[in-house]
């Protein structure tokens, strides 16, 4: 198989079958046009989000631009939704796997987000096969078989597709523009974009994206020139795209209004990202003596800096006529234990209950399993109506706020042991190619698995990271968990008949991750780097 590639590009890696009716000498020149264009900007936005670190390191506080005022006191809505995008009460997610989308289209959820990122291990046969899955899934042509001989195919009533590309931080490292590594983003909405964009706009359902982990309205604009480009590459009307952004840092917090206005002809609304929220405070206040969080199963939607976070973006989103889309429990069904079946139900339930009469138009779950109860507890208080944006909420929210980080305590032995636990399970699983890992009844993604490292750096350096029982947790202390926790994942991977070859390395990566000086950015580069 030999590639038919654009002038200045480059794939460096193995081609699978139907690789090559991806890799077209069509798309990649679109894929090379946006790099082109919008690459410098990227690396700029990347450079501001050091210094803005930097600022904040040094006790600098986030807060509400001054140079943006007029927009938020501006009198402006967001372009009208298309008739696909206006139900959205059940959002199932999961990564680009061909069982997994069949799964997903056909869970009875009104929309899917099929996920190029958090929930994807970005190995290079992962990316590709997915974009080929998608290529089968829009145009009603995919299938699976599993080891039994169980075929899997589509259902003539399927949800709404939208896809979700990497975040800015990413690169694709196996394509190259004039010697420069392109943005994973940009790679995955090329792709997808120039193979199914027309289908999608001829069955009325697209194209629809997801965009994650930005940090400024000036990334949103960035996502929004982009969109601009491709649509006059194709001959697509403009505002025919339509993307929703998760709201998953806390320095996005602060510009909700400025980063719809930014994509308000593409815009479909905000995206409550809870684990990645929760992962950018302990990041981005990371240096802060004050800052110091308890173990993470006490940090809920209720406690004071989610709540008002969450509440916020109701407002926001309904101000501007925009769906506001609550974000996703990482509980699932429990298949061998009733009682525990019932109290993870019973906790999607109340998630769902609250989202709704808080206001919000829709939410996400991770399984398909919980579509009926998502569903029913949206329409209890939605009934037939697509959204509440007539529900106005009057708060008025400050940074202190969205800054106001309780509780601090209970931080335990058990929480300390499972993210260790959590942390080293998930990375073997994500070195071995799946991105999307339930574990101990949670479904654990990226974004849970950098709130694991991530707690353990902050109760290490924190003067705040005690236990209860009086001991302070030291790298020490965590270095002699470590093997004790590595034993215990082998001891249940092998029980669910998988391989353990990669969770030995997994564990030195969690050690040198949670305990290295300088906290790493991201989990994944390290780990992109690494992998094939």
């Known amino acids: ?34 790099h082109r264009a919008f690459e410098s900007r990227r690396q700029e936005l990347l450079k501001a989000r050091i210094e803005r670190q930097a600022r904040i390191d040094a006790g600098e506080m986030p807060d509400f631009l001054a140079e943006t005022q007029h927009i938020r006191e501006g009198d402006w809505r967001v372009a009208p939704l ?47 096969q997915g974009q080929v899955n998608l290529v089968d899934a829009i145009r009603r042509k995919l299938s699976f078989v599993n080891e039994v001989g169980k075929e899997y195919k589509l259902n003539d009533r399927i ?7 990497r975040g800015w931080h990413l690169d694709e490292k196996h394509v190259t523009v004039d010697g420069q590594r392109v943005s994973g983003g940009i790679f995955d909405f090329g792709l997808v974009f120039f193979h199914n964009a027309k289908e999608q706009i001829a069955r009325g359902a697209g194209p629809f994206y ?15 020139d982009i969109f601009v480009m491709a649509q006059n590459e194709l001959g697509i009307p403009q505002g025919t795209i339509k993307a929703t952004v998760l709201i998953e840092t806390v320095l996005a917090t602060f510009e909700m209004e400025e980063i719809l206005y930014e994509l308000r002809e ?100 991770a399984h ?37 980080f309780q509780p601090e305590q209970p931080i335990t032995e058990a929480g300390l042991r499972n993210n260790i636990n959590v942390g ?24 849970t698995a950098e709130i694991s490292r991530s707690q353990v750096w902050q109760w290490v350096v924190s003067p705040k990271g005690v236990l209860d029982d009086g001991r302070k947790v030291t790298a020490d202390m965590v270095r002699a968990l470590i093997p004790e926790e590595l034993a215990k994942v082998k001891t249940t991977v092998t029980a669910q008949g998988e391989d353990t070859a990669t969770y030995d390395q997994a564990a030195g990566i969690f050690e040198k ?17 690494a992998m094939d």
Request: hydrophobic letters at 40%; one cysteine or more; charged letters at 25%.
């Open 513 to 529: 991750m949670s305990l290295s000086p300088d906290y790493p950015e991201f989990l994944t580069l390290p780990l992109y780097e």
């Open 1 to 34: 198989m030999k590639l038919n590639l654009p002038a200045g590009v480059q794939v460096n890696a193995p081609l699978h079958p139907r690789f090559d009716e991806v890799l077209t000498h069509d798309a990649l020149a679109l894929v090379a046009k946006l």
């Open 82 to 128: 298309p008739k696909a995008l206006e139900c959205r009460r059940t959002e199932i997610t999961g990564p680009v796997e061909r069982k997994m989308i069949i799964n997903a289209y056909n869970s009875g959820a009104d929309s899917y987000m099929t996920d190029f990122e958090d929930s994807n291990s970005p190995n290079w046969y992962n990316q590709i």
């Open 266 to 365: 593409h815009s479909a609304g905000l995206n409550a990202g809870r684990w990645d929220y929760i992962f950018s405070c302990i990041k981005k206040f990371k240096k802060n003596k004050n800052f110091c969080l308890a173990n993470r199963s006490a940090i809920t939607m209720e406690v004071p800096f989610m709540r008002s976070y969450a509440l916020q973006l109701v407002k926001i989103c309904h101000k501007r006529g925009a769906p506001a889309m609550g974000g996703m429990s990482a509980l699932i069904p429990i298949k061998d234990d009733p009682v525990a079946n019932e109290k993870a139900l019973g906790g999607i339930r109340h998630d769902k209950t609250r989202d709704a009469n808080d206001g919000f138009d829709g939410g996400w779950v």
């Open 368 to 404: 398909p399993g919980l579509v009926p109860i998502a569903h029913e507890e949206f329409v209890k208080v939605l009934g037939d109506k697509p959204n509440q944006w007539e529900k106005q909420r009057d708060d008025v929210f400050t940074a202190k706020n969205f800054l106001d």
């Open 424 to 447: 080293i399970h998930y990375l073997g699983s994500w070195l071995a190619g799946n991105g999307c890992v339930p574990i101990h009844n949670l479904m654990e993604d990226a974004a």
């Open 210 to 224: 997801y965009l994650p982990k930005m940090e400024s309205h000036l990334e949103a604009r960035l996502w929004n």
């Open 159 to 165: 949800a709404t597709l939208q896809i979700r590309p």
